[in-house]
């Protein structure tokens, strides 16, 4: 490894040793080798550090932090650590496909802005299927903040981005950290807020560098429903979204985390906000209504029957190994 690799892979992880060494196999793994591999363990954690010494692999740094700050405060603290000029993010269950790091690198180099922020489609893989997102790119001169949370289809959302698939600068990621305490929307937050910053654009690798493990049998915080706390972060960052955006995202993604409540009150509330700050579409109040009247394990039967998705493969498909042809949006 040399004294400044071109890129630091930055691991958050907190007694998960068999997963985080699966995700720091595959950032070793690289087609671009030239790199070092950041372990932030969230807190003390003994049978993980020794998991990643057993690696016996110069290229990865572990750093213990002294008591638990959740992922967010994780991600910041390596890249503070890091040497590398840009950092790459892996969340401890996911895996990086080989030439992941060498297509985001050719994307950064095409780019002509001075901070481009590279994103990649992943492979979304739960027990029911495997499918691609996002399913479409963002479309030219299109709003970010639209295009991550404005549907097209009743069961779905096109726009779409994870902390895996993301690589920035190291610069950036110190100027824009991310927001400690916020357990849902950490890349939506992210990434509206880095876009605000002048020459920064969102650039996209086509196809699937990244393979997001879902619904497996441990602890996800993105499976709690914390729609109260997602309502204060909304309105406290509401001048990152358009107004088209601020009620697609209160009437999907909120209404999601909300609709367990059974509450009309809440649905009252949620659709008051969507209405009085923003600018709701027909298919937004569509989407609204069937989240609040179909129990989620409908809704996802649906959505799979409307997506056309397939049992989950025992293996990575093929198609998804070969080199990504990059569009910039």
Known sequence: MSANPDVSVVVPTRFRPDLVVRAVRSALAQTHGDL???????????PTEK??????????RVITLPEKGGAPNARNQGARAATGKWVAYLDDDDEWLPSKLEIQLAAAAASTAALPVVASRLINRTPRADSIMPRRLPGPDEPISEYLTVRRG????????????????????RLVPFTVGLRRQQELDWTLRALQQEGAELVYASEPLVLWHQDEDRERITLTAPWR??????????????????????????????ATTRSFAVFREILAEARGYGRPGIIDYVTFLQIWALPPGIRSRLRDRVLGRTAAPTSVPAQAKRSARVDVG
Do not use: H
């Not at 998991?51 to 990865?60: F, I, M, N």
């Not at 096109?158 to 895996?164: E, L, N, R, V, Y």
């Open 36 to 46: 070092e591999v950041v372990v932030v363990i969230d807190g003390p954690d003994e």
């Open 229 to 258: 706390e997602q309502l204060k972060w909304l309105r406290a960052n509401q001048t990152l979204f358009t107004p088209r955006a601020y009620a697609a995202f209160t009437m999907s993604v909120m209404s999601s985390m909300a």
């Open 154 to 173: 009743l069961f779905y959302g096109d726009g779409f981005i994870q902390t895996s698939t993301i690589m920035a600068p190291a610069e950036l990621f």
């Open 51 to 60: 998991a990643l010494a057993a690696l016996g692999d110069v290229r990865v």
